[in-house]
Nanobody, 127 residues
Framework: QVQLVESGGGLVQAGGSLRLSCAASGRTFSSYTMAWFRQAPGLEREFVAAIKWNGGNTYYADFVKGRFTISRDYAKDTVNLQMNSLKPEDTAVYYC????????????????????WGQGTRVTVSS
């Protein structure tokens, strides 16, 4: 049973930073694509970033390029999202997602391509 547990959300001022973590368990994730999505109130869930667990290939949504960095920690079995230069429009619930296999950049940006999800962690950026 795949389990994803996010942590690290909170309240931060605009321009600040947060580091989200997703603890993954229940499988060997070496062949998985891991991703972060977010959903703001009243809006659809949108792609943020993705990484191939084994190999580290990454891709990002345009609106976070240069500000957010996705990475994985083999020792801790976590996928992290370092978020810098946060803006009020980054306010959302952030979700970790996993799917077995390599999702190329097109498919990997579609939430319905992922089978496993965490419960989400809330990020609030004040102006």
């Amino acid at each position: 049973q795949v389990q994803l547990v996010e942590s690290g959300g909170g309240l931060v001022q605009a321009g600040g930073s947060l580091r989200l973590s997703c603890a993954a368990s229940g499988r060997t994730f070496s062949s998985y694509t891991m991703a972060w999505f977010r959903q703001a109130p009243g809006l659809e869930r949108e792609f943020v970033a993705a990484i191939k667990w084994n190999g580290g290939n990454t891709y990002y949504a345009d609106f976070v390029k240069g500000r957010f960095t996705i990475s994985r920690d083999y020792a801790k079995d976590t996928v992290n999202l370092q978020m810098n230069s946060l803006k009020p429009e980054d306010t959302a619930v952030y979700y970790c997602a996993a799917e077995e296999g390599v999702l190329p950049e097109g498919n990997g940006q579609r939430w319905y391509k992922y089978s496993y999800w965490g419960q989400g962690t809330r990020v609030t950026v004040s102006s």
